[in-house]
């Protein structure tokens, strides 16, 4: 007997944890947005053309940095609104970006899923700033469940710095294609 109350204090105690963590998820916020940005010094079309062409953004995604082997294929328009990029990679995970709206040398708008059915929003702004131009790339996901409300605490510090380390290849290459010297 006391055996079997012992069992079902500990399982009273368990739900009442579950409840209050259910509780705790429906008061967390239901978006969460992450933003980097980095000042260029290059002319917006020419970020534009790097962030607009799926296939020039893969070669300075930070993702496509930590895995070379990471197969990737394309699909839709070749630049801006449509173009659409599959990639599969056994570090990385599977996932698609859809370009959904584009301005030349101003912005695009994606859709981006990491493979977790939970897709996002994201956005490449540039904006001139004196003789540069600013960069900012960022993302709002929808926390819909409470299990993703809970991973949106951390989304910052685990997106942040791939953002960041994409924005810093991004501005080698636009820095290096813009450069006079260049041969």
Known sequence: MRIASTIAAGLAGLAGLLVLLALIGLLL?????????LAMQAPASVI???IADLREFHEWSPWAYRDPNMEVSFEGEDKGAGAIMYWDSE????????ILQAEPGAFIIYEIDFGAGQ???GRFEIEPEGHRQRV?????????AI??????????TMIGPDFLNGLTYLKMRVEAADSPFEQ
């Open 29 to 37: 916020p239901s978006e969460r947005t992450v933003s980097r940005s």
């Open 48 to 50: 534009y053309d790097h």
């Open 91 to 98: 570090s990385e995970g599977s996932g698609r970006l859809e």
């Open 119 to 121: 897709p996002a929003r």
């Open 136 to 144: 900012t790339w960022s993302m709002t996901a929808q926390l819909d």
């Open 147 to 156: 299990h993703w409300r809970y991973i949106g605490l951390f989304l910052d």
